[in-house]
């Protein structure tokens, strides 16, 4: 089992900037692609950004292309999103979800992702 933690998240002002980091534990040896999901309420949860287990793929959704930065340091079992240029869209709960898996490409789907965060509050005020 692997165990993941979100942090980092706030209050900011419109234009602002956040950085979200999630801690694995547990059962963190192999390759994990991850993702960032977001989830405002009243609507789906989406995809916001996603790492290969390598790091050497990244995806970005149309929305944040640009402003968002993913990353990861395998070495202390944590993936990061930098968020800048905040907008009062951005607001939303944002999970981290990490899938086992030897693709070197990034993953997309969110049926395909094993393991979950339990979420961190990202208010964009304007």
């Known amino acids: 089992q692997v165990q993941l933690v979100e942090s980092g998240g706030g209050l900011v002002q419109a234009g602002g900037s956040l950085r979200l980091s999630c801690a694995a534990s547990?059962?963190?040896?192999?390759?994990?692609?991850v993702g960032w999901f977001r989830q405002a309420p009243g609507k789906e949860r989406e995809l916001v950004a996603a790492?290969?287990?390598?790091?050497?793929?990244?995806y970005y959704a149309d929305s944040v292309k640009g402003r968002f930065t993913i990353s990861r340091d395998n070495a202390k079992n944590t993936v990061y999103l930098q968020m800048n240029s905040l907008k009062p869209e951005d607001t939303a709960v944002y999970y981290c979800?990490?899938?086992?898996?030897?693709?070197?490409?990034?993953?997309?789907?969110?049926?395909?992702?094993?393991?979950w965060g339990q979420g961190t509050q990202v208010t964009v005020s304007s």
């Open positions: 790492i290969s287990w390598s790091g050497g793929s990244t």
């Open positions: 547990g059962r963190t040896s192999g390759s994990y692609a």
């Open positions: 979800a990490a899938r086992r898996t030897v693709f070197s490409g990034t993953t997309r789907r969110a049926d395909e992702y094993e393991y």
